[in-house]
């Protein structure tokens, strides 16, 4: 559901979001279950990690009620499958570097799904490391321009919080933060009323990728939309540095 924080990718994500919102929170759900579980809380107050994707969970809109719902299936009321997380790193079609956060109750399952479509779409599954050390990770908090914000006091009011960068876009404000950082600035803004189109800890690439094959475009754009439609993949990053249209 990520790559590299420039608008295209996040509106991209905002439209696949629209289009199959049921998946999209049914993943944001496993990623709460995976925080109770590894946060050992099922209280944000005390739960970092649970507080920071409950974040991500309402710049995605996500309900109240089922963000909830998520935490008490997770705390044991209900039937809550065992998941776990791995991350799964390969080449898109033009040496696009692509990195895969999964939860999964399966491991074998969620390994040959993904080499099928990498298989498919003319890339290749790697080995843990092939291309991880090409991204950094960072916190990412993006809101969407408005006339009710000064840009100014925003990126002020984002650098005092302790953000790293404050990025203009066309259509969007970008705060970078370190990820120790990230619970901190993003709870401040929130303070001061701010909202998020995206609000999250991500692998940002050290060098983008542009593809002029436009069957490597293509074989890239359908692999991002079956990586994504995967109900064991969680997160997506990648390098391809994709044109405005």
Avoid at 78 to 101: F, K, M, Q, R, S
Avoid at 136 to 157: F, Y
Avoid at 228 to 242: G, K, T
Wanted: hydrophobic share 35%; glycine share 8%; charged share 30%.
């Amino acid at each position: 559901m990520s790559g590299h924080s420039k608008w295209a990718n996040i509106k991209r994500q905002k439209g696949a979001a629209d289009a199959v919102r049921g998946k999209v929170f049914t993943k944001l759900g496993r990623e709460i279950a995976i925080a109770v579980k590894v946060g050992g809380s099922a209280d944000p107050v005390a739960n970092s990690k649970l507080k920071d994707v409950i974040a991500k969970a309402k710049a995605a809109n996500m309900p109240n009620d089922n963000i909830m719902r998520s935490i008490k299936k997770a705390a044991g009321e209900g039937d809550a499958t065992n998941y776990e997380e791995l991350t799964y790193e390969g080449y898109g079609p033009g040496g696009v570097a692509v990195i895969c956060e999964c939860s999964t109750d399966n491991r074998n399952r969620t390994a040959g799904d993904l080499r099928h479509y990498f298989d498919k779409f003319g890339g290749n599954l790697g080995q843990s490391g092939c291309v991880s050390y090409m991204f950094n990770k960072k916190g990412i908090i993006v809101i969407e321009k408005d006339s009710r914000i000064d840009e100014d006091t925003l990126m002020m009011e984002a650098l005092d919080a302790g953000a790293e960068d404050f990025n203009v876009e066309d259509e969007c404000y970008e705060v970078i933060t370190d990820p120790a950082d990230f619970s901190a600035v993003r709870e401040q803004l929130e303070a001061k009323n701010y909202e998020f189109l995206q609000a999250e800890i991500s692998m940002i690439p050290n060098m983008t990728t542009k593809l002029a094959d436009p069957e490597h475009i293509k074989f890239m754009d359908k692999l991002l939309e079956n990586l994504e439609d995967l109900d064991d993949v969680l997160n997506i990053y990648h390098s391809w540095e994709q044109d405005e249209e």
